[in-house]
């Protein structure tokens, strides 16, 4: 009879301790910024009464993968473009839900201080893949440095420039190479990833920065996904009030500096 009160007992404490940690949200993200950001935020999920269980992942399959299983209730890493294009591929069933942060690219000097002071022949070190290119050449007309062909947007190309006044040169490098060109050439297009593994600063290092009104900006904003059916779930209601507290935008823009924006509603 003991015995059996006891093992009741324990069996009780284990539920009351299950229901004080909360319901269990488990959510994929990759490291920088994603799950830091995530970590920032479990304590006040936490308080609302949910137990955010972050997995940590440095590949882009397996999280995907995970949430259309049911192994995980959501993840955090990916933008619209790479999420459709999963799902076409996959046949997943992925939607995104909430938008959190844009990683802009930023022009960076390099021989040259200043855009106002570059001179003709300048050498602008790009990344070479075509959606980086597109970023990188539109963030250059947006400065005055380069006009595109009209309708061209992410699409286009260096063979989409049509006015070009002073003769720039364009440098195309693997995005990650670009940042170790910087010394060699005027200034330097580089990914918000990137610029941060290499000490750079978007806010405090730039010359110019993607804005959250660019094109870019609307189309690669990282959101948190979740399987089709899910976008109700009661968490989800729980982390879009957590974002409104502005200790979470604080966060973002003190950590990063400009290299990561947020993009969620305060």
Request: charged share 25%.
């Amino acid at each position: 009879m003991k015995k059996s009160l006891s093992i009741l007992l324990a069996c009780l404490l284990i539920a009351l301790s299950a229901q004080a940690l909360g319901e269990v949200v488990k959510i994929g993200a990759t490291p920088v910024p994603h799950a830091e950001v995530l970590e920032f935020i479990k304590p006040f999920m936490a308080e609302k009464g949910f137990d955010l269980e972050i997995v940590v992942f440095n590949d882009y399959v397996i999280p995907n993968d995970q949430v259309e299983q049911g192994g995980l209730d959501a993840n955090y890493f990916q933008h619209k473009p790479y999420l459709y294009d999963f799902n076409a591929n996959n046949g997943t069933h992925l939607v995104e839900v909430i938008p959190m942060h844009f990683e802009p690219m930023a022009v960076y000097p390099g021989k040259t201080a200043s855009l106002d002071a570059i001179q003709d022949g300048a050498t602008i070190a790009v990344p070479n893949d075509p959606t980086n290119e597109a970023r990188a050449l539109l963030l250059l007309e947006a400065q005055g440095l380069i006009t595109i062909a009209e309708g061209k947007g992410l699409e286009a190309t260096k063979l989409d420039i049509v006015e070009n006044p002073h003769n720039i040169k364009l440098e195309e490098l693997e995005a990650a190479q670009v940042p170790r060109a910087l010394a060699d050439v005027d200034f330097a297009v580089i990914n918000g990833n990137y610029a941060l593994e290499a000490d750079l600063s978007a806010s405090k290092d730039g010359v110019a920065i993607e804005g959250l009104d660019s094109e870019a900006a609307v189309k690669y904003i990282n959101y948190v996904v979740v399987k089709e059916g899910n976008e109700n779930a009661e968490w989800l209601e729980a982390f879009k009030e957590v974002l409104k507290d502005p200790a979470v935008r604080g966060f973002v823009e003190e950590k990063y500096q400009g290299a990561v924006i947020p993009a969620f509603e305060e």
